[in-house]
T-cell receptor, first 114, second 112 residues
């Protein structure tokens, strides 16, 4: 089974803190993604990476950065957390090659910024 | 216009009935289409993928694709209470860097 794991299920941080969300996948997938999910807005892509040290902005990258130093690990960084970054954060990974390859999601991290 | 549109619901169907979930997309060069199921508090899980016009069946699930009308649907036969969840439609564009664009989801409630 593909396993995508995220470092925390629940996280509470204060405004202005630097926040690290970690994601690890064990299936040697090239592509990795970070989304946030908010009621009424659905899943929105923050950043994605198609290989080690490669990254591209998604639809809502402002206030976020990412790091991918190893193929299996993709980190999302909130440089200075703000209350409007309170959300569910979902990491996903996917193998390249076929257009219909499944994208697997991690369990999610529910982040609350106070 | 949203890239991927779904009716938010809730869609309520009685147990044993057919549930029909619909999705429209705006980009004609979209090539692959996916249906994910998401239970409350859980992450999405893939239940169907389709990339050719027509129907694709897998157990109680049938995905239907009509590229000319830019429309994809999911039918769930013999609906069960365990099917109660939010169903997300996702679309992948050709040359889109393997990115999926998701609709906001349709909440399905299967009632006893």
């Amino acid at each position: 089974d593909v396993k995508v794991t995220q470092s925390s299920r629940y996280l509470v941080k204060r405004t202005g803190e630097k926040v690290f969300l970690e994601c690890v996948q064990d299936m040697d997938h090239e592509n990795m993604f970070w989304y946030r999910q908010d009621p009424g807005l659905g899943l929105r892509l923050i950043y994605f990476s198609y290989d080690v040290k490669m990254k591209e902005k998604g639809d809502i990258p402002e206030g976020y950065s990412v790091s991918r130093e190893k193929k299996e690990r993709f980190s999302l960084i909130l440089e200075s957390a703000s209350t409007n970054q309170t959300s569910m954060y979902l990491c996903a990974s996917r193998s390249v090659g076929e257009a219909y390859n499944e994208q697997f999601f991690g369990p999610g991290t529910r982040l609350t910024v106070l | 216009q949203k890239e991927v549109e779904q009716n938010s619901g809730p869609l309520s169907v009685p147990e044993g009935a057919i549930a029909s979930l619909n999705c429209t997309y705006s980009d004609r060069v979209s090539q692959s289409f996916f249906w994910y199921r998401q239970y409350s508090g859980k992450s999405p899980e893939l239940i169907m993928s389709i990339y050719s016009n027509g129907d694709k069946e897998d157990g109680r699930f049938t995905a239907q694709l009509n590229k000319a009308s830019q429309y994809v649907s999911l039918l769930i036969r013999d609906s069960q209470p365990s099917d109660s969840a939010t169903y997300l439609c996702a679309v992948m564009r050709t040359g889109g860097g393997n990115k999926l664009t998701f609709g906001t989801g349709t909440q399905l409630k299967v009632e006893l």
